[in-house]
């Protein structure tokens, strides 16, 4: 007898190697992959605008990237003390305006370059929910707490999701024609507007993925298919239950490896994954011949591993 369902996924034809160069953008559910894959000491960039959720504001990071824009304090508002870009996460605010430019052009240039060398990029979706702003007219990724009466909320349809995510495919493959590019749909839940308001959210994203990927060259990885109907349990969230909780996030990755990763890419981050393990070990007694051997191991290990180019 079966109490839970699963399901078989194929491995991927353009899998992620050691030499790879991989850019994630978009939800929180991205950063968890992020930190598997700098665990294991791949080549990464994570969300240089920061934490994004909607396909227009993923989009609009990456024409603004592409196009080299360059931040000027006429593009940032201040509120509650702070300075702010309204398209980005608000890691980038500060009381100092000339830190968050700073910041904001540098991670702009950096992107740029890193996209350019891209192997495989992810874009993981969060919410079809945005927020347009009055003041300036214009959509947004982040209201930075501003009080609502200052937005136009509402929830774009299929057609424009669609539309967003193939304006994003265009400008990727005019910069780097040969990226292999990834969706995924974030397993957060959002029901702020409630279950049925949520469960449209994930449809319409859903939806648009699927047209998507089926006109263009490009993949699905089923993060939110797994933690809904594989995992399937409140004991996979966290506190929340809103989240997906470390036991889960594990789950997902090592799914995503079986995929994703060259067989040789994996066995090399089992070798990862033992060095960090003992990096992370804390001895009893620093002194004992025993520790003086397994630091010895350690550097042996670090070694090999740098040999093949992974550098600890």
């Known amino acids: 007898m079966q109490f839970r369902t699963t399901f078989h996924l194929e491995k991927a034809k ?4 050691y030499s790879s160069n991989i850019v994630l953008m978009g939800s929180c559910f991205s950063n968890s992959i992020a930190t598997k894959l700098t665990y294991h000491k791949f080549n990464i960039l994570n969300n240089p605008y920061g934490i994004l959720f909607s396909p227009t504001a993923i989009e609009q990071s990456f024409t603004e990237i592409c196009n080299q824009k360059v931040y000027t304090a006429a593009d940032l508002i201040t509120h509650n003390g702070l300075y702010h870009s309204m398209q980005h996460h608000s890691s980038f605010s500060d009381i100092n305006s000339a830190v968050v430019l700073e910041k904001i052009n540098r991670d702009i240039t950096t992107a740029k370059a890193f996209l350019e060398k891209a192997s495989h990029i992810t874009i993981t979706l969060g919410t079809a929910w945005v927020y347009h702003y009055i003041e300036q007219d214009k959509l947004i990724a982040n209201c930075h707490k501003i009080p609502q009466q200052n937005f136009v909320k509402r929830l774009l349809s299929v057609a424009e999701i669609k ?15 040969n990226c292999t ?10 029901i702020k507007d409630g279950f049925v308001a949520n469960a449209n959210n994930k449809a319409r994203l859903l939806t648009a993925i699927h047209e998507v990927i089926d006109e263009q060259s490009t993949y699905y990885f ?10 399937r349990d409140y004991r996979f969230y966290k506190a929340d239950m809103l989240h997906p909780n470390a036991v889960a996030i594990n789950y997902i990755w090592e799914k995503f490896k ?12 089992e070798r990862v994954a033992s060095l960090q393990r003992d990096l992370a070990h804390k001895p009893f007694n620093e002194k004992s011949k025993a520790h003086q051997q397994f630091l010895a191991s ?12 992974i550098n600890f």
């Open 14 to 17: 353009n899998t992620i190697d």
């Open 163 to 177: 539309a967003s995510l193939k304006n994003s495919i265009v400008l990727l493959k005019q910069l780097n024609p």
């Open 181 to 190: 590019i990834i969706f995924t749909l974030s397993p957060v839940r959002h």
């Open 222 to 231: 089923p993060s939110y298919e797994i933690m809904l109907d594989d995992l």
């Open 258 to 269: 079986n995929i994703w990763l060259s067989e040789e890419a994996m066995h090399l981050s």
């Open 298 to 309: 350690i550097t042996q290990k670090k070694e090999a591993l740098k040999n093949l180019g």
